[in-house]
Structures are given as C-alpha cells and as structure tokens.
C-alpha cells in the first residue's frame, strides 16, 4: 500500500457572532495547510456552521473555498455537528461543491483506508454507533463522528456543564467499535488519547470561543504506513482568552497601573477576563475600571471585569466584618506569613458579604 494520509478537523464554528472574521481568517489557515500538504482526504467532524442558518455569502465563500481544495485531488468528506443542525440545515446544497455530506450512516472507502462516517443525532448513545457499524474488509478503519467521550472528567465536565452531552461514548463502545482512528468533533480542546487498539482525537475548534478554550489550536495529520503516524500542527489563533487575578493593596487601584501596563505589552488580541480583588471605594474603582477597559480597547484587549472587591464603607459600618478585620490585622502582625492572612480576610470577609446579601434578600 502506498502512504495515504488524511487532515482532521472540527468545530469550524463559521460566521459565529462578533467573531465571523476570527473563525473565517483560521479556516483559511486550514486550507492553506491542506494545499501544502495534499492529504488525500480531509475530515471535518462536524459543526462548520454556528448556526443551523447560515447567511448565503458565508455559505458561497465556504463552497468556493472546498472547490478549491477539491481541483486540487483532495476528497472532503463532512459530517454534521449539533451546531449545523440547530435551525434547520445548515449543510444543504454543500454537496454541490464535489464534497461528501453524510446525513446517513456511510462506509467511504479509498485506497485500503475505510472511513466510518455518522451523522449527528442527538438521540443516539455510543450504542447505536455499535448496532449500525458495517463489517468492511480494509488495512485501517476511521470512524467519524460528533461526540461525546465521557469517560474522560475534563471533558464530561466540560460538556455536562453546557449541556451538552450528545451521542455518549464510553470506552467499551470505543473498544467493542474497534477503530483504528476515531476522528472526533464536538469537544472544542485538542485531545488525543487511546483506547484499546484506537487513536481517538478531538481536534478542538479551530479559533478559541470561550474562556474553557485556552488550550493551544491545533489541525491533525495522519499517515498511514505500516501503522498510523498522528501529528497536531499548531495553527494559532486570531484572539485568546486570558484570565488574571488583580490584587488591590494599601496603595489603592492606582498602584496597579504598572500591571496594567505591562499586560498591554504582553498580550495580544484577546478577551481578557480581569478579577479584582481587595478593599476598595466602590465608586473611585469603578471609574478606573473603565479607563483601564478604555486603555486596553485599544490594543484589541477586550476586558471582562470580575469584581471581587469589598467596599470600604460596608466594612467601616459592619460590626462584624469591622471585628474580623482587627483581628486579621493583630494576627497578620504577629505572623511572619502575612500572606495568608491578606487570604483570610479576603476569604473571610467576601464570605460575610455574601451571607449579608443573601440574607437581605430573603
Ligand atoms: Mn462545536
């Protein structure tokens, strides 16, 4: 057999709100890549649209562009993800191009290599997947499918918290399916890890969507030889996500601008979540809060405050949260771990005011 290799890819997410150029300037980086490389087959494991009704320019240019990949040799072979399925379907007319759409169950095979490819439907367990496998004779067997592999924490965790579990996949049906590849889409960091006989990969999406996608982008290149070779090749991405923790001191927000400073420089484009912690004059904070936004907008940082401030006030007029702060005052002086006493009373007294609001409330 000759050496027969393949892209994978998934969550493509195009034409998501507010980062429609972001998602459309990394798939050009996944064309790019497939021209260069010339696989025989690229993958996409599903949702390549945000939304189930794509506007008819994004769906053009994303025909124009498989056109491309397609004169060039390159089969492209599509499965649909939750995501294009939500409004209808997002995928119709694709087909057009020379690019397989599989909305029923398909073996594709070429050149000794089958490719088990499942439509997304959100009813289905990894059983099913089990019940509507075809027996097919080839030297490797791909299977392709929207997934949700719960057998790993970080990844049931991350899909339960959305919502999202569709299609569970335990490791028995991984083994009991017994792929040699199990090309993935639906969890959005890049994952590869084995199962019995089975490489399973999660590509991730291909541009980082919210603050759970902090992990590195990747596309994967495997050849197929005498066995499988897998690399991920890094595409970067257009904007990230950044979390940092800010410490109000004695010295009050000002003395922070250093920081501030210091994040404009090393940051690039991203989304920027800045927790504030620390004592503060509520309305004083909030006017630097937003000449730091103002500050950082214009070098393409867009900040999401938390704030975990305490106000002054509140503190001088509570009996309580006034008795606590003496006291970790007397210890922190006493103590040569001040730290962790600054940790106490933030720990202490943030947990007072929520008790107070939440009693208030009832
Ligand atoms: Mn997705």
Redesign the pocket.
Known sequence: MQSFCFLHT??L?LGRKGREEDVWKQWQKICEIALNRQPEVLLIA??VFDNGDPSPTLKEEFCNSLKALIAKGISVLIIP???DVKKGDALKGIEKTGAKVFTNYQVFCISDIAFHLFPFCSQWTGQDLVKMKQKVKAKFEVGVCHASYVALPEIFADLGDSQAIHIPLTQEDIITLGFDYFAL??Y?NAKHWQVGNTQCVYPG?IEPLSFKEKEKRYIFLVECNEALKITPIPIGCQRSYEEIVLQIDSQGVDALWPKIEELSLRLGPCFLRLTLRGIVETVRCQNWQSQVSAFLDKKQIKVIWQDETVDLNWIERDTLAKQFLEICRQRARKSPDKDYWRRVFYRGISLLRQCKDAYKKR
């Open positions: 998934s969550d997410h599903g949702d993800g939750n995501h889409g639906h959005h999406s």
